[in-house]
């Protein structure tokens, strides 16, 4: 018998001004504690409404886990990683690497970063970027559904993007009043992000409204389940995102994640000593 996946979560995390200062607005969406959001580590809605041409950002370490960064909004990046509107970059921070980001014009844009933990056997492996372009990501659009799939499979389609950790990624477009029956492993950690617009969740018909999480409830078992969705009254998009568990517990701080506090100490003696290549080097050698 096929699982029915259901709403056992809502939270509506809020906006705080973010570290790039002025017109930079922050929600932290992931609200939970990691033996619940595992693999999922931090989710950071960045929004920027950047009017002068001062630099902010700039070079930072990563290490033990990947970076998994959809741009709702706008343009960022340069030169072969330039990431423009809908466009999705993963980076595999792995045994560490520098990754410089910089933002130096005017600018409004809207950033979905997530934090993916690495398999335990991964955690140290090589650092590497995938970019995936608007153009390539594979769509699946039917009688006011359209659904843009950035990783994993979903829908009957399956990104180009590979994965350590198994992962969905999906971009939800839903006219008002339509409805989707859709399956997703029963034993994957998900939870819905809305963008704009409202979404009524499983057979209850429970609500998240736009800037809210919800989370469904999690099984033990491999199977296939299913999840209902239906658009509120004026439509929504929102974003899906599933990955398998990893049941090992992380040490984190700062730029970094681990396994123990020794890791943490050791990453950070590499990057005072300047061990930590920056993130082309690992481009130029793939």
């Known amino acids: 018998m096929?699982?029915?996946?259901?709403?056992?979560?809502v939270q509506t995390p809020q906006p705080r001004p973010g570290f790039l200062g002025a017109g930079h607005t922050a929600r932290a969406v992931i609200q939970t504690d990691y033996t619940q959001s595992d693999p999922f580590i931090v989710l950071m809605d960045d929004m920027l409404d950047k009017k002068?041409?001062?630099p902010v950002g700039g070079p930072h370490p990563h290490a033990g886990f990947e970076t998994v960064s959809l741009?709702?909004?706008g343009e960022m990046g340069d030169g072969a990683h330039k990431m423009k509107a809908g466009d999705l970059q993963i980076m595999t921070a792995g045994s560490g690497v520098v990754h410089t980001e910089t933002i130096d014009k005017k600018v409004?844009?809207?950033l979905m970063q997530l934090w993916l933990n690495l398999p335990k056997d991964k955690r140290w492996t090589m650092p590497k970027l995938q970019d995936l372009s608007l153009k390539d990501v594979p769509i699946v659009s039917e009688n006011g559904l359209n659904i843009k799939?950035?990783?994993g499979s979903f829908a009957g389609v399956t990104s180009p993007v590979s994965n350590y950790v198994p992962l969905i990624l999906a971009d939800i477009q839903m006219q008002a009043g339509i409805s989707t029956l859709q399956n997703i492993p029963s034993s994957f950690t998900t939870f819905l992000y809305v963008?704009?617009?409202s979404l009524k969740a499983g057979d209850d018909d429970k609500i998240i409204s736009q800037n809210q999480v919800g989370w469904l409830d999690r099984y033990t078992d491999n199977t296939s389940s299913e999840l209902r969705?239906?658009?509120?009254?004026?439509g929504v998009r929102f974003l899906l995102y599933s990955a398998q568990p990893q049941?090992?517990?992380i040490v984190s701080h700062g730029p970094f994640i681990g396994d123990s506090q020794e890791d943490i100490s050791r990453l950070y003696s590499e990057y005072r000593q300047g061990k930590m290549n920056d993130i082309s080097f690992f481009t130029k050698a793939n």
């Open 2 to 9: 096929t699982t029915k996946r259901k709403l056992i979560n």
């Open 229 to 234: 969705l239906t658009a509120g009254d004026t």
């Open 247 to 249: 049941g090992n517990p």
């Open 52 to 54: 002068d041409e001062v």
């Open 71 to 73: 741009l709702i909004e």
């Open 195 to 197: 963008l704009e617009g």
């Open 149 to 151: 799939i950035y990783s």
């Open 108 to 110: 409004k844009m809207r």
